[in-house]
């Protein structure tokens, strides 16, 4: 039995490591998605071990959906975790944030219809909106898990003090968030309120777009309609502080004969702070090489050296630089 982590006060029992399927169908965030390598890529993490998979409605405004719900038919349903979200709503042409119980409760309903599937593990309302009261989006959460829709509840790009007012009833399971080695804002913030709450968190971007797999060189750039042109991480002197912090890791990776993104994946798994790392992936050739961050144990020297490689990326209190 590989390592299993249960996702909050819930019954919902997942490996640590996930599949991030934006690029899974997610046309409107990636350019030249194949579905068909993207059905394969989930049913590869499947065949590899891996048991969560994140979707969202967003992602291809429900076309991720719909391809994980293909990929996942041969499979036995009880086996596989499935995470999705809602609060975009489109109907009136523009993108507006909704956590309206009544707009999340018809969200769910269409997820399943898109998934296939009569229940989700864990829905997450994907943003917060300005107008609903989080304990009013959450509690129409609550009654989709009383009706077996759900089950367990997330939250997610939610700041501390609308965690804490979304947790109100104490129903709230799990928050998912961006965190990296490059990002470790909420270590010191959110961290502890979740762990007194029994909340998991669930890092996203973990390997920051694919700057943390270690592949990239000093010489890269990046075409302007590439997003990678745009994010601060792959721009001077981040670019550089982050290739010497990963140069730190490839001595550990060569010694579990694996390759930095495994190691760094496998530096998640047993971060105390996190529940389960959902790396995105493009084929299934890099779910596969990610699953095997599974069978990683990182020894405590192991674990400080990578923590310690990126501590220019933090300040002394925690927060990110
Ligand atoms: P990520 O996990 O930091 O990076 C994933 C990218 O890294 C892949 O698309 C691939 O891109 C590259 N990569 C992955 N494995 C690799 C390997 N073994 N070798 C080489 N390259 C590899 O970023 P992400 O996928 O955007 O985020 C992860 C997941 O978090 C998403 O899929 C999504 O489910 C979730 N998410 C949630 C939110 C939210 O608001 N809740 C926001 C963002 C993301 P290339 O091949 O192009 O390099």
Do not use: C
Not at 27 to 39: E, I, K, S
Not at 266 to 293: D, R
Not at 298 to 321: Q, V
Request: aromatic share 8%; proline share 5%; charged share 25%.
């Amino acid at each position: 039995m590989s390592k299993q982590v249960t996702i909050g006060k819930s019954d919902v029992v997942a490996t640590p490591l996930g599949m991030g399927t934006n690029a899974v169908g997610g046309y409107n965030l990636f350019p030249n998605l194949d579905d068909a390598t993207g059905v394969k890529s989930v049913q590869t993490a499947l065949n590899s071990g891996i048991t969560l998979l994140d979707t969202a409605y967003v992602y291809g405004l429900g076309h991720s959906e719909e391809l994980v719900g293909q990929a996942i038919k041969d499979f036995k349903r009880e086996d596989i975790v499935i995470a999705t979200k809602g609060a975009h709503d489109f109907s009136t042409g523009s993108e507006v944030i909704s956590n309206d119980p009544k707009f999340l409760t018809e969200q769910v309903d269409n997820s399943l219809k898109r998934l296939g599937t009569d229940y989700v593990d864990i829905y997450y309302i994907h943003f917060p909106d300005k107008d609903t009261p989080k304990a009013e989006a959450v509690g129409a959460l609550q009654r989709l898990r009383e009706q077996g829709k759900i089950k367990a509840i997330g939250i997610s790009n939610f700041s501390l003090d609308q965690i804490k007012e979304a947790n109100a009833d104490g129903y709230v399971d799990v928050v998912e968030d961006e965190f990296s080695l490059l990002h470790q804002d909420h270590g010191s913030d959110m961290m502890p309120y979740l762990k007194e709450n029994n909340i998991s968190f669930v890092p996203y971007f973990p390997l920051a777009s694919g700057l943390l797999t270690g592949k990239y060189s000093n010489n890269q750039t990046f075409p302007d309609d590439d997003i990678r042109s745009q994010i601060a991480d792959f721009k001077e002197p981040r670019y550089s502080n982050a290739l010497s912090a990963i140069d730190q890791v490839r001595p550990i990776a060569d010694a579990h004969s694996a390759t930095v993104a495994q190691v760094i994946l496998a530096w998640y798994i047993e971060n105390p702070l996190i529940s389960v790392v959902i790396p995105g992936a493009k084929k299934p050739e890099q779910v596969e090489a990610n699953a095997k961050a599974l069978n990683i144990t990182l020894s405590t020297d192991e674990y400080n050296t990578i923590e310690n490689a990126f501590k220019g990326f933090k300040d002394p209190s925690g927060k990110s630089l």
